[in-house]
């Protein structure tokens, strides 16, 4: 635990005392069952330590991680916890979210995000043909005004819009060639200009 609290440790510890005072006085009439009840208790206050001293690691796994901007403009993005690189950027105005995909030569984007970006999908051509893990897929290729993250602003972007069920957009090579230098850790994906 990063931070002791004494008031606290004091307050459960009396709360034990109390707890097995109560099982003590009980214990005259029916031991087995007491010493039963003790033990489920005795889980229970261990098991409440363990969580509120683990809080920390288990709201980070629960909490999306953020990429963050250094003064040079460079992004550094955290790995998620299912093991991708996650990017949220204004697309037209409009966040959405992304998964940096290197293997991916475009930026696709799912039917449903090319809509939250402004693009009518009724009127679009999908004329082109992209072979993915789940077969070969209608596409068409279409231009965004913006794409925004942080301090940088592309216009005039290209990239294809999916006809197959996504589950999200991804972030391919086609937008990743604009930046300079592109870096992979363990845990971290750091793009700068």
């Known amino acids: 635990m990063e931070n002791f609290d004494p008031g606290s440790a004091t307050y459960l510890v009396l709360l034990g005392l109390l707890l097995a005072a109560g099982f003590w006085t009980q214990a005259r009439s029916n031991m087995n069952r007491t010493l039963q009840h003790a033990a ?20 980070k796994g629960l909490t999306p991680q953020q990429a963050s901007f250094d003064s040079g403009g460079a992004i550094s993005v955290p790995i998620s916890p ?26 696709v984007l799912s039917q449903q995000d090319a809509i939250k970006a402004g693009l009518d999908v009724d009127e ?4 082109g043909r ?24 592309d216009t005039n ?35 700068s200009r």
């Open 40 to 59: 489920i208790w005795g889980l229970i206050f261990v098991g409440a330590i363990a969580a509120a001293g683990l809080w920390g690691d288990i709201s």
């Open 82 to 107: 299912n093991g991708h690189f996650h990017l949220t950027l204004d697309v037209n105005g409009a966040p959405i979210e992304f998964v940096v995909d290197t293997g991916a030569t475009d930026i």
């Open 124 to 127: 679009l051509a999908f004329l």
């Open 130 to 153: 992209a072979n993915t893990a789940n077969g070969e897929v209608n596409t068409a290729i279409v231009r965004l005004d913006t794409l925004v993250i942080g301090p940088h602003t």
């Open 157 to 191: 972007v290209r990239a294809i819009v999916n006809e197959g069920d996504m589950f999200g957009s991804l972030l391919g090579m086609g937008y990743l060639q604009r930046w300079g230098k592109i870096e992979m850790t363990a845990n971290t994906l750091i793009l």
